[in-house]
Structure formats: C-alpha cells, structure tokens
C-alpha cells in the first residue's frame, strides 16, 4: 500500500523559512516524478513544484520561483520543499504527491497518489 507522509509544516513569521518532508512508502518512487502541491481556504488545490523521476529538472509556480527549492532523495524515498522568504499568501495545507510516470507535469490528476498534507501558515 502506497502511503505518503508530510512533515515540517507549521507558525512561521512573513520572511522566514520551513522545510517540508515528505516520506514515502510502499513501492520504489525512484521512477516517478513527484510533486509539492498546495490548498489556500477556498481555493482549489494548487501546484507548487515537481521534480523529475532522477532529481535533475525541477519545476516551480511563478509564485514560489526563487524562494522554494525542491529536492529528492530516491535511495530514502523522500522528498523535501526547502521554503524561504515566505509570504502571507504561502498560506495553505502542502500536499506530496507521486506522478504517473518520471516526467514532471503541474496538473493535479496526474498525479495518482498523495499524502494528508501539512499546514503552513505565515503570519506578519
């Protein structure tokens, strides 16, 4: 059974950082893209980074280019969201997410397995 377990969400001032981990398990995702989406109160769930199957292209929103760096550890089955000069507006609840196959796409039903998520809130 696949199962996918975020961490390291929580309170953080505007301007600080959070480092998300998510723990994988179940199946080898050494093969897989795996991807970082995230859900504000009322919006739809939305994307936020991806990472090829080996690590070496990785993709970002707009909005989190420059401040988020997405990482994968394959022999571990992890993947991390380092997270710096967070915003107000990063507020949501972080989900991880295994992609069908190894390429990275940003669209939420490509994407066949995905974790409980962890909250992020960014006060001023």
């Known amino acids: 059974q696949v199962q996918l377990v975020e961490s390291g969400g929580g309170l953080v001032q505007a301007g600080g950082s959070l480092r998300l981990s998510c723990a994988a398990s179940?199946?080898?995702?050494?093969?897989?893209?795996m991807g970082w989406f995230r859900q504000a109160p009322g919006k739809e769930r939305a994307f936020v980074a991806a990472?090829?199957?080996?690590?070496?292209?990785?993709y970002y929103a707009e909005s989190v280019k420059g401040r988020f760096t997405i990482s994968r550890d394959n022999a571990k089955n992890m993947v991390y969201l380092q997270m710096n000069s967070l915003k107000l507006e990063d507020t949501a609840v972080y989900y991880c997410?295994?992609?069908?196959?190894?390429?990275?796409?940003?669209?939420?039903?490509?994407?066949?397995?995905w974790g409980q998520g962890t909250q992020v809130t960014v006060s001023s």
């Open positions: 997410a295994v992609g069908r196959n190894g390429v990275v796409t940003t669209v939420t039903s490509t994407y066949d397995y």
């Open positions: 990472s090829t199957w080996n690590g070496i292209s990785t």
């Open positions: 179940g199946r080898t995702f050494s093969s897989y893209a």
